[in-house]
């Protein structure tokens, strides 16, 4: 790219400062009005969902009591990943996520393929989480009133039904909720966070009053094997915090909030998680958790006789996938929309609505096509599916902030990894790790997932893209600056200075702050 150093063709970079002055452009600006407590509640409504749920059962089947150390070691393979969000999210505050970090440090044919395997991950995921919230939201009923909606309109056509109407009604109740406002969801998804947050602490409190050493024996039946399988699996629990990396543009302070949502969010699931599964463990045997589809309740029924505190688990579940889907989604709109407004998707759906400060129509487009994917699909194997896609980004966002390193040095970075790069080079090995013990059919779909991105990409993205097209656009001493995406010598708007100028602090100070 002229002027910038940036490379033509499918691996051109984007400037950050140009990135960040886009963020104000009139008809495409979000409103800055997320605090660091919604921020970090966002964090814990998008981790503390199925995975703690339901995916307890499937780990403890698989490493029996050492499940507690699989908890652990997900857990720390994704805090090498969570510090080099921090910093990409603390310096470049734009929708996005690992999709704008890949394309301001690795070029845009890679930020396409980030960007597309976080369709996967998020699209996808809220789908099936859906169908989980209609199964909880039966097990509920069930447990609470003794009825059930009828099979036919409560699950998919695969699985004996009609089509999923409660996974439809969640989908579009979200989607309604997240038209109206960035303000508005992120109270709602405090509100259910408070309410999941205590159905885990009653869990835990009970758990500990009639706990037993006796399950822990044998302690690791299949060895570190069994461990690492599980961890590869429970992952699946962690998934989330990179969410709201998502907001940064709606953050109303991003350099501070989002690198203490982040980690915060992390710490405080990981810490409710091994409190969880010790108590559980401790009433319970793992066989007994990996029987069910409720291992929470199974253990209050079977390991301590409470068979009364299967309703405050099932509801604690239902508010719990409830927050998970507004997140999650949240995320998806906000991904989209990024690469909408960088022109590689159709740029109209990034046009924000003047009233509600939303992109109102292309989230009522998703809402749409997720609630018809969650109406005729099963579950299935999506756990897996989510991991691989999520494990990638991670090892993008790690490689990320090395480059960025070294490509801009004086770049201002209100948080910074320690021991950069050994830790992001941890994170990426740890990744690489997880993503090796997940199933050879998993890969497959991965694959050809990526394989239909790539073809979009070269009949649309490639001809569209925002970045290329002001690359083309002849600029001279009569034009009045570059083109919006282009980058000039000095920075965005052709302003004088370094490397670090053009940064996330000018950017701060206009109509958004």
Partial sequence: MAGSGQRAGIFAIRDVGTLITETSEQGTALKRAVSATQLTAMGVGAIIGTGIFVVIGKGSAL???AVILSFILAAVACAFSALSYAELASSIPVSGSAYTYAYATLGELVAWIIGWDLILEYG????????????NLNAFLDSAFGVALPDAIAKSPENGGVFNLPAV??????????VRGVTESARANLIMVVIKLAVLIFFIVVAFANFSTGNFTPFAPAGVDGVTSAAAIIFFAYIGFDAVST???????????????????LV???????????????????EQMAGSDAPLAAALDQGAGMSWAAAILALGAVVAITSVVLVIFYGQTRIFFAMCRDGLLPRRLA??????????????GLGVLIAILAALVPLGTIVELVNIGTLFAFVLVNIGVIVL????????????????????????LFAVYLMTDLPFDTWIRFVAWLAAGLLIYALYGYRHSRLRQAASTPTGPGT??????????????GSPGGPGDGGPEAPRKGPLS
């Fill in 63 to 65: 490493a029996g009591p």
């Fill in 124 to 135: 996808v995921s809220v789908a099936a989480i859906a169908v989980g919230w209609g199964g």
């Fill in 169 to 178: 009604f969640i989908v579009l109740a979200i989607t309604f909720l997240l």
């Fill in 247 to 265: 907001g940064s543009e709606e953050a109303r302070n991003p350099a501070k909030d989002l690198p203490v949502a982040i980690l915060g969010s």
């Fill in 268 to 286: 405080l699931c990981t810490i409710f998680y091994v409190l969880t599964v010790t108590g559980a463990i401790g009433i319970a045997t793992p």
């Fill in 351 to 364: 046009t924000v609505n003047q009233r509600y400060g939303t992109p109102a129509r292309l989230t009522i």
């Fill in 405 to 428: 390193r070294r490509t801009r040095p004086d770049m201002p970075r209100p948080y910074r990894v320690p021991w950069s790069p050994l830790l992001p080079i941890i994170g990426i």
């Fill in 480 to 493: 009045p600056g570059n083109s919006p995406g282009a980058s000039s010598p000095g920075g965005p708007g």
